[in-house]
T-cell receptor
Framework: DADVTQTPRNRITKTGKRIMLECSQTKGHDRMYWYRQDPGLGLRLIYYSFDVKDINKGEISDGYSVSRQAQAKFSLSLESAIPNQTALYFC???????????FGPGTRLTVL | TQLLEQSPQFLSIQEGENLTVYCNSSSVFSSLQWYRQEPGEGPVLLVTVVTGGEVKKLKRLTFQFGDARKDSSLHITAAQPGDTGLYLCAGANAGGTSYGKLTFGQGTILTVHP
């Protein structure tokens, strides 16, 4: 079984809809991250959390919110989706004191 | 804001050729990582380099960290079609506002033709 799972894997939605992307991990890591990937832009950090009570904005947090429901679960919400939020979204985890990150398989989101 | 400039953005080569991907910054990183990503999957860590001047080898892949820890390179010898994918470099900082976060390069899409 995968250590980091994301649901859904694909989602098509309309402008203005609220969308939630979910991430679960079985690695026992405290730190979790949400990234967005666009062609030619690499991975850009949306939000990150170092433990259940810690939430931090990344470089592109506008239009997004997150919830850390448990050590193993970190969800990303788009309150009112817009077309330029069409992208690949990745969740990642890392262990305390280590920089290596472990990624989920990604969610492909299309906003029409 | 730290930036990592990765080049080239695209590489299309024939099987058996050698190639080098570069990752450059004006910032110093405590460590640098290289990831490989295949279509429909998330990035997977290939290697972490920590010490300035460090060289690590992973079969036909050679990774080098610059002496000043501002740049890195990935060299692939005798590329094979299985090497096709997106290669990402990522720099880590030990402290300050960048603590616990990675800065990613834009990625290099490598295509190796049989």
């Amino acid at each position: 079984d995968a250590d980091v799972t994301q649901t859904p894997r694909n989602r098509i939605t309309k402008t203005g809809k609220r969308i939630m992307l979910e991430c679960s991990q079985t690695k026992g890591h405290d730190r979790m991250y949400w990234y967005r990937q666009d062609p030619g832009l690499g991975l850009r950090l949306i939000y990150y959390s170092f433990d259940v009570k810690d939430i931090n904005k990344g470089e592109i947090s506008d239009g997004y919110s997150v919830s850390r429901q448990a050590q193993a679960k970190f969800s990303l919400s788009l309150e009112s989706a817009i077309p330029n939020q069409t992208a690949l979204y990745f969740c990642a985890t890392s262990d305390f004191g280590r920089n290596e990150q472990f990624f989920g398989p990604g969610t492909r989101l299309t906003v029409l | 804001t730290q930036l990592l400039e990765q080049s080239p953005q695209f590489l299309s080569i024939q099987e058996g050729e050698n190639l080098t991907v570069y990752c450059n910054s004006s910032s110093v990183f405590s460590s640098l990582q290289w990831y490989r990503q295949e279509p429909g999957e998330g990035p997977v860590l290939l290697v972490t380099v920590v010490t300035g001047g460090e060289v690590k080898k992973l079969k036909r892949l050679t990774f080098q960290f610059g002496d000043a820890r501002k740049d890195s390179s990935l060299h692939i010898t005798a590329a094979q079609p299985g090497d096709t994918g997106l290669y990402l470099c990522a720099g880590a900082n030990a402290g300050g506002t960048s603590y616990g976060k990675l800065t990613f390069g834009q990625g290099t899409i490598l295509t190796v033709h049989p």
